[in-house]
C-alpha cells in the first residue's frame, strides 16, 4: 500500500513511517524541515528512516503543506492510497507568540491536504487533531461525547477546524475520514519544547526546571508506540457512517457521513510533580525547580476516554510511565552523549 505521511520529520511521523516501512507499506513524507526547534533533530529522524531495512520503499521530499501548487502535484503524480496526515504547526504556547503560522500551516495546509484526498480517491485520511480542543471543559476524563466550542488557544481553534472541515469533506464527497485527538505524547526522538525533553536537558546540565501551576496540573501522558499502535489500527479501519446518527440528537463524535473523531491517550492522569519525580529516578538526580503559575492558554489537566477506540479498532495502551521514561532517558543519553 502506497501512504503518504506529513510531518515525517517530526516526532510522531517519524515514528509511524517506520513502523510503515517495517511492516512493508511504501512511505511517500513530507516535510517543510521548519525551524520551530533544532532541524538537526528532524534531520536525525529523516537519517533513522534512511537506514530502514525497507528504506528502498521511502521516499522524502521537502514541501510545505500550505504550498497549495506543490501538494497538487504530489497528490496527482503519486496516486497515494491512504494519507496519514501528522503536519501542523504544534504548541499551545508558541501560538499567542506567532498565530500567523498556525492559520498557515493548520488550515490552509489542512485545506490543501483535504482537495488532495478529495480529487484523488484517497481511501481514508487519518489526520492529528488534539485534547487541547477540550479548552474549558472540565468534565472528566475528556469525552469526544462532550462539547468542544470553548477552545483557549489558537491552536486548539485550529485544531477544532480541522475536525469541521473533515466533516464537510466527508459529508460533500464521501472521503472517509479519522481524526485522532493526541494526549501529550512522549518518547524517544521527542520534541524539544515538551516537558520531558527539556526537564531532562535541564536536570543532566544542572539547571533548574520551570514547574507551572506549581506542579498541580496532570496530563493523560501517552507513549510514542501506543499512540503509533492506534494511528495504525485507526489507519486499517476503514471508516463508514454511521446509520443511527440522529440529527435531532447528534452524537458530536460520529456522522451518516464516513467520519469519525477518537481520543487517543493512556487514559492514566499523572500529576506533573509525580512525572518529575519519575524522570528523577530514571536520571538518577534531582531536580531544581522554579515553582510558578499557570501559562496562559494552558489547562489544568487532560483526561483521555478511549473507551471508542478500544471498542472500534481495538486500541489498549500498555506502556508505563516508568517504563517509557526509561526508553526516553537510554534515547537521549545516546543522542546527546
Not at 456522522?255 to 524522570?279: C, H, M, R
Request: neutral net charge; contains cysteine.
Amino acid at each position: 500500500m502506497k501512504i503518504l505521511v506529513t510531518g515525517v520529520a517530526g516526532f510522531i511521523g517519524f515514528h509511524v513511517a517506520n513502523y510503515l516501512l517495517n511492516r512493508g507499506d511504501s512511505v511517500i513524507g513530507i516535510d517543510n524541515i521548519n525551524d520551530y526547534y533544532d532541524i538537526r533533530l528532524k534531520q536525525g529522524r529523516l537519517q533513522e528512516l534512511a537506514a530502514n531495512n525497507n528504506s528502498s520503499f521511502f521516499t522524502f521530499i521537502k514541501m510545505d503543506i500550505a504550498d497549495r501548487l506543490s501538494m497538487e502535484t504530489l497528490f496527482a503524480e503519486q496516486k497515494f492510497d491512504k494519507v496519514i496526515h501528522l503536519a501542523a504547526q504544534a504548541g499551545v504556547r508558541y501560538s499567542i507568540e506567532n498565530p500567523h503560522a498556525y492559520i498557515d500551516s493548520n488550515i490552509v495546509g489542512f485545506m490543501n491536504i483535504l482537495e488532495g484526498c478529495r480529487h484523488n480517491k484517497i481511501q481514508h485520511l487519518v489526520y492529528a487533531s488534539s485534547s487541547s480542543v477540550y479548552g474549558a471543559n472540565e468534565s472528566m476524563p475528556f469525552s469526544v461525547q462532550d462539547n468542544v466550542d470553548h477552545p483557549v488557544s489558537l491552536y486548539a481553534a485550529s485544531k477544532k477546524a480541522n475536525e469541521l472541515m473533515a466533516h464537510t469533506y466527508s459529508h460533500l464527497y464521501g472521503l472517509a475520514t479519522t481524526g485522532l485527538r493526541f494526549f501529550t505524547v512522549y518518547g524517544p526522538w521527542g520534541r524539544p519544547d515538551m516537558a520531558l525533553f527539556k526537564f531532562t536537558q535541564a536536570i543532566l546540565q544542572g539547571k533548574a526546571i520551570d514547574v507551572y501551576n506549581y506542579g498541580n496540573h496532570r496530563r493523560d501522558f501517552t507513549y510514542i508506540g501506543d499512540i503509533v499502535m492506534g494511528i495504525i489500527l485507526s489507519l486499517d479501519q476503514q471508516v463508514i457512517g454511521n446509520p443511527t446518527w440522529n440529527g435531532l440528537k447528534p452524537d458530536p463524535s460520529t456522522s451518516k457521513a464516513p467520519w469519525k473523531i477518537y481520543n487517543i491517550g493512556a487514559q492514566t492522569p499523572v500529576k506533573l510533580l509525580e512525572f518529575i519525580e519519575t524522570l528523577e529516578r530514571a536520571l538518577g538526580k534531582t531536580a531544581q525547580k522554579n515553582m510558578l503559575p499557570m501559562q496562559a492558554g494552558d489547562v489544568p489537566d487532560t483526561y483521555a476516554d478511549v473507551s471508542a477506540l478500544n471498542i472500534d479498532v481495538g486500541y489498549k495502551p500498555s506502556t508505563s510511565l516508568v517504563e517509557g521514561i526509561a526508553h526516553f532517558v537510554n534515547w537521549y543519553k545516546k543522542f546527546y552523549p
